[in-house]
């Protein structure tokens, strides 16, 4: 009997609504251990080159991994892999909540959807037992009436949805899965997936529990967790959320603002996470088993926008992309924006960027009202912004053009708005600017999925952490600023732990190698004490590897490589105003990154692909072979 | 009066002393959150700082009361 999983992984087909049950050895579990290599495993295996996206070859695994559902903070994450429908590459999300630790619960380690459905139809999945049932009747609901109606007709308001919104039945190509209403598996698409699929829903509920191997340890660390917390580093973002970053980007002229013209924005404070946290903030709130507390729950009944706790309230990101990025400081607007997201289901980030690269468009004239439905689409224009979401949920006029996200939205317009897009393999850039912190302009480069700030470790860490930088072999510190050889090390190898930590599924604010509660050894020592395994650092760093190599080969097999890895042409331009004006990156200096980068990864440097040689080092021969097919 | 200070990890390598996580510090009644920040030698300007007093977000110019835990902090970088 396994500790800390089922061993079974439940697969779905929707083309005949037949359901199956595949249990797979411990090794695979190892190899693997769940998340997104896991989900690589399966998407690799099931789907063909070339695939449609929104078709019913593309396979969609919601994927937990070993230690999803045991009692320590940060282990309650799902991810969600499958081709995006976005960018054509990789889709790959995580998100946290309830539903991760239920669905383990509920008796099963991941989900493999296959096929499509000819009519709507949701997952019921209890104590092992899943069936498909009709979803007619949750068809174009809103996530909140969906979670409502599922645990009226299901009987228990314990259960928990995940869910694609009226976005993802539209085929907005950024369309989220949602879970509580208000958790999103945001980015690469993977919302417009499950609709494309028929699935509406999956619900679950359980109360099988795996077993822990060490219970007794585990709960010591788990404490230790606990009792340290309110002398963390992460004990700002308890009582701020993610907001609490946004004043300190802007004094460092790293806050993306008018579309990534300058990293300054003069309005902030009103939309800082101080201010929220002074006024609408109502409560904290939480995932499964977590002492950190970071999600914000915001409430305004007065006033003309009214907002809703149930939808949560806005990240740092959100703060960003709908504030800053579009010139708007009303929180109250971002707050509204952030809950039709989370009602319809859309990433807040790309949805803000999209929209923020339209107003750049429209400021420089390349577009006009002619094009936007009559809507004076500027900068700080809160209601034009609002009016745009709303468009692009139901796909009209011109929100159905920007329903397909900022780069294929310039492809279809053309008129030299390609040049405003601010995005990597047609993925928008989050606000975390690579200007003042150089070795995001390599990974937002050569990052499978696009460009992510949660896909390695920010540079001020390498100084600020060296202790906790020693335990993953980074004992070299260097400035923000540089990208020499040894910054690229240090992002490859941070790349390599977060990579692990998306197939662990563990929350990288809880687990990580710098600033977080837990460090990487702590890591190491939750997989040990939960399954039992005698596993070390280097096997976990070696995990990290084998997920980002499974992506990168799947890109390569849809014929994404190296010249895909480049960074939008605006972040060739230098900023203005505030602390990083006249800031400009430099090509050269990214090339030269890019060939250490791929050779330091074992890939060829010419093409950007894993070689043959590294793919079986990492026991991947089989990917190897599929890519020589 | 007495506070204790709690100096969270980027801001424990900022104080004379050097690394130095809680501390007992006694300043003036009345004294507020910026006053000790001062008295402290943090060389961070006060306005770059997240912080809280008794688990509660609170501004720079809160007075503080004997007894009072104050934490001083800096955001994380990612996220």
């Known amino acids: 009997m396994p500790n800390g999983y089922h061993g079974k992984i439940l697969h779905v087909n929707l083309n005949n609504l037949s359901i199956e049950v595949e249990t797979p050895s411990e090794a695979f579990y190892r190899t693997y251990m769940g998340g997104s290599a896991l989900g690589l495993y399966y998407l690799l295996k099931n789907t063909p080159p070339n695939a449609d996206p929104l078709g019913p070859e593309n396979t969609l695994v919601l994927a937990l991994s070993i230690v999803t559902g045991a009692p320590f903070s940060g282990q309650s994450r799902l991810t969600s892999v499958a081709k995006s429908p976005l960018t054509g590459a990789i889709g790959d999300s995580q998100a946290g909540g309830f539903f991760p630790a239920e669905l383990k619960f509920a008796g099963y380690d991941a989900i493999v959807i296959h096929g499509q459905a000819s009519e709507p139809v949701y997952l019921w999945i209890n104590n092992g037992e899943a069936e498909l049932r009709p979803a007619n009747h949750l068809w174009g609901k809103n996530t909140g009436e969906v979670d409502d109606i599922l645990k009226e007709e299901l009987e228990d308001k314990n259960i928990q949805v995940l869910q694609t919104g009226v976005a993802g039945e539209n085929g907005v190509r950024f369309a989220a899965l ?90 902030w404070e009103p939309i800082d996470g101080v201010t929220m946290a002074n006024t609408i903030l109502k409560e904290r709130d939480t995932c499964y088993a977590c002492t950190v507390r970071c999600k914000r729950v915001v409430e305004i009944t007065e006033g003309p926008i009214k907002v809703q706790p149930r939808y949560g309230g806005p990240e740092y990101e959100t703060l960003s992309t709908f504030g800053s990025y579009c010139g708007v400081d009303d929180l109250a607007a971002i707050s509204y924006a952030n809950q039709l997201c989370n009602m319809f289901g859309m990433d807040t980030i790309s949805c803000g960027a999209t929209i923020a690269w339209a107003m750049d468009c429209f400021e420089q004239e390349l577009i006009s ?208 105003g505030g602390k990083s004006d006249g800031i400009v990156l430099e090509e050269d200096e990214l090339e030269t990154a890019k060939d250490n980068y791929y050779r330091l990864a074992g890939w060829d440097v010419d093409s950007g692909i894993p070689t043959r040689g590294t793919l079986e080092k990492l026991e991947l021969g089989w990917v190897a072979d599929l890519l020589e097919t | 009066m007495k506070v204790t200070a709690h100096l969270h990890t980027i801001l424990q390598r900022h104080t004379p002393e050097g690394l130095k996580g809680r501390l007992d510090v006694n300043i003036q009644p009345g004294s507020t959150v910026e006053d000790l920040i001062k008295h402290l030698e943090i060389d961070l300007e006060p306005d770059y700082l997240l912080l809280a007093v008794n688990g509660r977000v609170a501004p720079l110019d809160q007075v503080l009361e004997q007894a009072d835990h104050v934490n001083l902090m800096l955001p994380i970088s990612g996220g």
């Open chain 1, 178 to 267: 949602m879970n509580m209403a208000n958790r999103a598996n945001g980015r690469t698409g993977m919302g417009a997936v499950m609709g494309s699929k028929n699935l509406k829903a999956v619900a679950v509920r359980g109360k099988m529990r795996p077993t822990i191997a060490d219970k007794k340890g585990l709960n010591k660390l788990a404490r230790w967790g606990a009792d340290e917390f309110p002398e963390s580093d992460v004990y700002g973002l308890g009582l701020y959320g993610t907001a609490e970053v946004l004043k300190y980007q802007n004094k460092a002229g790293g806050l993306p603002t008018n579309n990534w013209d300058s990293g300054a924005f003069e309005n």
């Open chain 1, 369 to 576: 009202t002619e094009d936007t439905d009559g809507i004076e689409l500027r900068y700080g224009n809160t209601e034009a912004m609002l009016e745009m979401v709303e468009k692009i949920v139901h796909r009209e006029g011109f929100g159905n053009i920007l329903a397909e996200g900022s780069a294929q939205a310039a492809e279809i317009i053309g008129r030299g708005t390609e040049d405003l897009v601010v995005a990597v393999k047609k993925m928008e850039l989050p606000a975390h600017m690579p200007q003042v912190k150089r070795s995001l302009s390599l990974i937002y480069a050569v990052n499978p999925f696009g460009a992510d700030h949660q896909s390695h470790e920010h540079d001020p860490s390498y100084k600020d952490y060296p202790e906790r930088m020693a335990q993953i072999g980074l004992t070299d510190p260097q400035p923000n600023k540089v990208l020499n050889e040894e910054k690229v090390k240090f992002a490859l190898t941070t790349q390599y732990m977060y990579s692990a930590m998306d197939s662990i599924n563990v929350c990288q604010f809880v687990f990580g190698p710098a600033w977080q509660l837990f460090d990487s050894s702590q890591l190491v020592d939750a997989v040990r004490l939960v399954t039992g395994w005698d596993v070390t650092i280097d096997e976990i760093l070696q995990n990290g590897q084998r997920r980002l190599n499974l992506m990168r080969a799947f890109n390569a097999r849809e014929g994404i490589g190296r010249e895909a890895d480049k960074l939008p042409k605006k972040l060739y331009k230098a900023l203005v």
